[in-house]
């Protein structure tokens, strides 16, 4: 044991305990502000809209389908068709008739001697009430 002894300290002195200081604070009272009980808000539709709805898939078939009043979205992998309708009809103000979902697996791609994989996704084909369409691309 006395070999480990003799790398804690050098030869000829004791080790003495550091003295602790104690520090004193004092703490000030914050001043209470009285308010009215006013309820948690809920998260805005459109917040919860955005986490759901990604962006709207632009393809040339895409658009074909705007004809028929059916419009494609890229949605979040977890989204389901509940909230897809609620996200649609909250954002766009429309009567949603039925969703389609079409999930895409991550494929191989290749660029010279790099290989790597393109990114899954999900996407959802909403097809709106007769009558009624979307403004995806502004004039």
Do not use: C
Request: glycine residues 4%; proline residues 7%.
């Amino acid at each position: 044991m006395a070999l480990f002894n003799l790398f804690k300290h050098k030869k000829g002195e004791e080790k003495k305990p550091a003295p602790k200081k104690v520090v004193k604070k004092e703490v000030k009272p914050s001043p209470v502000k009285e308010q009215a009980a006013v309820p948690l808000k809920s998260k805005k539709d459109s917040e919860i809209a955005s986490r759901i709805l990604k962006w709207p898939h632009v393809t040339e078939k895409a658009t074909d389908l705007t004809k028929v009043g059916q419009y494609i979205f890229n949605v979040y992998e977890r989204a389901n068709k509940p909230e897809i309708k609620k996200a649609v009809e909250d954002v766009y103000g429309v009567k949603v008739v039925s969703i389609k979902i079409i999930k895409i697996p991550p494929k191989r791609r290749r660029l010279g001697r790099i290989e790597g994989w393109r990114k899954a996704y999900k996407k959802a084909i909403v097809r709106l009430a007769q009558g009624q369409q979307i403004e995806i691309l502004p004039r």
